[in-house]
Nanobody, 115 residues
Framework: QVQLVESGGGLVQPGGSLRLSCVGSGIIFGNHLMSWYRQAPENQRELVATITSSGTTNYADSVKDRFTISRDNAKNTVYLRMDSLKPEDTAVYYC?????????WGQGTQVTVSS
């Protein structure tokens, strides 16, 4: 059974930083594309960043140059480093992995950016 557990969210002031972690079990992260999504209240879930098994990264325009996705395959963990946070980054952040034919999600971690 695949399980993803996110952690690291919290309340931070504008301009601050957080690092989110996603630990997986029941699946070998190193074999898969890993993604972070986020969902703000009354908004659709949106893709934030992806990292391939070989380490190629891609980012939404809204977070480019502020967020960094990385992975530690030995720990079966994917990270999202978030710098220069803005109030509009407030959302629940979800880790995602797709292993055909199923997309797996964690329970999410709340990030609130507010003074």
């Amino acid at each position: 059974q695949v399980q993803l557990v996110e952690s690291g969210g919290g309340l931070v002031q504008p301009g601050g930083s957080l690092r989110l972690s996603c630990v997986g079990s029941g699946i070998i992260f190193g074999n898969h594309l890993m993604s972070w999504y986020r969902q703000a209240p009354e908004n659709q879930r949106e893709l934030v960043a992806t990292i391939t098994s070989s380490g190629t990264t891609n980012y939404a325009d809204s977070v480019k140059d502020r967020f960094t996705i990385s992975r530690d395959n030995a720990k079966n963990t994917v990270y999202l480093r978030m710098d220069s946070l803005k109030p509009e980054d407030t959302a629940v952040y979800y880790c995602n992995v797709y292993r055909w034919p199923t997309a797996y999600w964690g329970q999410g971690t709340q990030v609130t950016v507010s003074s």
